[in-house]
């Protein structure tokens, strides 16, 4: 693997590529199927080294961009459209076997939920090693040694002690820590984090974070992090992307993002946020609730909580445009433009 | 018992954000030990767990305390005690100067009014097959208000409307509600009983940010309008910064700081509290790595086996060897000051 670092050069492949990712999601009878499209259209870019968080609120299908991309929903359940390329190679398009040799070799997930992620009645050393020998040829004995390095390099004290203990043995954040060491087991080059501290207390969430930070760091694999949280987001990605109602509303470089928010939306989180910081006086919500799952109205699906709706968002759905220098933004009224802020 | 609560006697319990305003609710040396493990709660495999240990409070009238802590620090224990639903080993729970506990259980029944729960996840605390009103007027049906019965229903469609729900979806249930509308009926059920103080644990954390300020600027409405009281448990900080008037932070059992926002957020004593403070991710690309992070080592200790002296020395940075021994005394900062801590060495910047 390559350990090439640096934000994004001029325009080199992408490591990550989802383009107008769709999922649909399945219920109903077989003889009245029922399907709500949940992610209507996601493309987004992850070059080598580069951390992008997926930011949206519950419902904004974040997760299951995630899930879709790594092959991860059943058939049964969800339709996935559009395409993702890692390296060039369509990942919806490979036969189940070919994608679930480069899962795990090459892309690698870790959950919010380690402790219904891992398999309770199997030792976690042997859930990390038995990563290694589905992917690699290497005896028990390489496997196992490998195991324990790995749960050294996560700060597992006494891992080859720990090796033959069960999930339920260890906390919250060691559980965690698994997951990550089962994650890198295979040195891949993109690692996707979906809500990966939420289940923590803040103090441990901050050691899991610059656990990730210290790992990615020396192993220059490429993050992309899918959080609700806007200040994870603010300390830990390059790029961030704002998801609402199944699309990608705003992305930006992170500091263009938080400084000067171009859609609505992203100015209205900003708003609704309790922060440690200035006066503690009441927040601004955005009012109303998220759309729920299945068929849209016309036009933007901000535009009923929006505060800077006209007439022509009733009726045009914006798209995802450039907005230079390094933006991209699905809104008929950015608020640069208007000199808003 | 610890040894050191006899120490409360000396040490008024009194915080003060509006200093005129008399103390409505009131902990003193609150204690509750769980034993588990071992038949009958003998033999071995038997624990004590210090869910909470001594632990004092103070709540003035119409104002906000926030309790702080991670899990396993005890805050739930805390919240049932202050509701009487659980005895606690030792200590009192006072509501107006009268010790709940001590009460006839007519009059605890009815004294019980006085302070009502929100609870944390609007998606399991409701009952799925009542309807929006039933929720709302149960409280009142359950305790025989004084209102005759059919005022009770004009009463529920009232609190809905205060809380922000259309009256008119009344005969909704649950599930046709997002979750920031559940978390409103919620509100409004437990404003039914006309109470003065509202325990609210973790009201907003499984809310959305853009719905939990929402429900955050409805709570502090209700307040001003009502002059209602809130105890306002959360692990999220800057969500307590933006309500509380008072903060106690908690740890295995015992608060370790205590005073008013300002201070213990500006000026924290404690280094929990500072390692807190510094591992809430701040919505602020441009501040990262501007100041020191502090990133604490290893998990909190099991409330059964917690080390002996100070509860946080195996994670405390400036731990010595009598913070190993002694544990350490919720003190004031400055002599006669508001802010106490429980520290050997408090951070004096």
Redesign the interface.
């Known amino acids: 693997m390559t350990t090439t670092t640096g934000g994004t050069p001029a325009e080199p492949q992408p490591l990550l590529e989802a383009e107008d990712l769709t999922v649909d999601l399945l219920s109903g009878t077989p003889g009245a199927p029922r399907s709500r499209r949940v992610v209507r259209g996601v493309s987004f870019t992850l070059h080598e080294g580069e951390t992008l968080a997926l930011i949206g ?2 419902g904004s299908g974040k997760s299951l961009s995630a899930m879709a991309l790594m092959g991860l929903l059943p058939a049964t359940t969800a339709e996935v459209g559009g395409s993702v390329r890692h390296r060039g190679t369509d990942l919806l398009a490979l036969h189940p076997d070919a994608l679930r040799a480069r899962r795990g070799k090459h892309i690698a997930m870790i959950f919010q939920d380690a402790l219904s992620a891992l398999n309770p009645t199997l030792t976690v050393g042997f859930q990390i090693a038995e990563v290694i020998r589905a992917h690699e040829q290497v005896g028990r004995r390489e496997a196992r040694a490998r195991a324990v390095e790995l749960m050294a390099r996560v700060r597992i004290p006494d891992p080859a002690r720990r090796y033959r203990d069960y999930p339920h043995q260890f ?1 919250g ?2 559980r965690q820590r698994i997951m990550i060491a089962s994650a890198l087991a295979l040195s891949p080059d993109v690692l996707i984090a979906d809500e990966p501290t939420t289940a923590l ?7 899991i ?2 656990l990730l930070a210290e790992l990615r760091e020396s192993t220059g694999s490429a993050l992309l992090l899918i959080t ?10 390059d790029r961030v992307a704002i998801m609402y109602a199944g699309h990608i509303v705003e992305q930006a470089p ?2 263009d993002l ?2 000067r928010p171009a859609h609505p939306y992203t100015e ?3 708003a ?6 200035g006066p ?1 006086d ?6 109303g ?2 759309p729920a799952p299945g068929p849209l109205p016309p036009g933007c699906s901000f535009r009923p909580r929006c505060p800077a709706a006209r007439d022509s968002c009733a009726t045009r759905q914006p798209a995802l445009l450039p907005a230079p220098p390094a933006r991209l933004v699905a809104c008929h009224y950015p608020l640069e433009a208007s000199s808003a802020r | 018992m610890p040894d050191d609560v006899t120490d409360t006697g000396k040490s008024p319990t009194v915080t003060a954000a509006a200093p005129a305003a008399p103390v409505l609710l009131e902990a003193r040396g609150l204690v509750r030990h769980y034993t588990s493990g071992g038949p009958f709660g003998i033999g071995r495999g038997r624990a004590t767990v210090r869910a909470v240990d001594g632990v004092d409070l103070a709540l003035r009238s119409g104002s906000t305390l926030g309790l702080v802590g ?2 396993g620090c005890g805050k739930s224990t805390l919240t049932r005690l202050l509701l009487a639903l659980d005895r606690p080993t030792s200590g009192t729970v006072r509501v107006d100067g009268r010790d709940l506990l001590g009460l006839p259980r007519s009059e605890l029944r009815r004294r019980r009014r006085d302070i009502q729960l929100v609870m944390q996840d609007p998606y399991t605390s409701l009952d799925p097959r009542m309807t929006a009103l039933e929720i709302v007027r149960e409280p009142m049906d359950v305790h025989r208000a004084p209102e005759a019965k059919h005022s009770r229903s004009a009463r529920a469609r009232e609190l809905m409307e205060m809380v922000g729900l259309d009256p008119d979806h009344g005969h909704r249930h649950p599930h046709q509600f ?4 559940r978390q409103r009926l919620g509100i409004a059920r437990a404003l039914a009983l006309r109470p003065r103080i509202l325990l609210c644990d973790e009201p907003v954390s499984a809310l ?7 429900v ?2 409805l709570l ?1 409405e209700l307040q001003r309008t009502f002059g209602l009281s809130y105890v306002f448990i959360a ?5 307590v ?3 509380a008037d008072e903060v106690a932070v908690m740890y295995l059992g015992r608060i370790v700081e205590q005073g008013d ?1 300002d201070t213990v ?1 500006g000026r924290p004593a404690h280094p929990y509290t500072r ?12 501040r ?1 790595g501007e100041s020191e ?1 502090i ?3 290893g ?2 200790p099991s409330p059964a086996r917690p080390p002996a002296g100070c509860p946080f020395h195996t994670r405390c940075w400036k731990s010595e060897k009598v913070c190993t021994e002694k544990r350490p005394v919720l003190t004031p900062t400055e002599p006669g000051g508001e802010r106490r801590v429980a520290c050997h060495f408090p951070e004096n910047d």
């Open positions: 609120e519950s906390s954040g060691m207390d803040v103090t441990v969430q901050a050691q974070m610059e609700h949280d806007l200040g994870l987001a603010a300390t830990a990605a992170v500091e938080y400084d209205g989180l900003l609704a946020l309790p922060r440690l910081e503690p009441d927040l601004t919500p955005i009012p609730t998220p | 991670e899990s997002s979750g920031g509308q959305d940010v853009s719905v939990q300020a929402q955050m600027n502090k692990h999220d900080l800057a969500v910064r933006n309500i926002r957020y390692a807190l403070l510094s591992a809430v991710p701040e919505p602020d690309p441009r990262r992070r990133v604490l080592q998990d909190p």
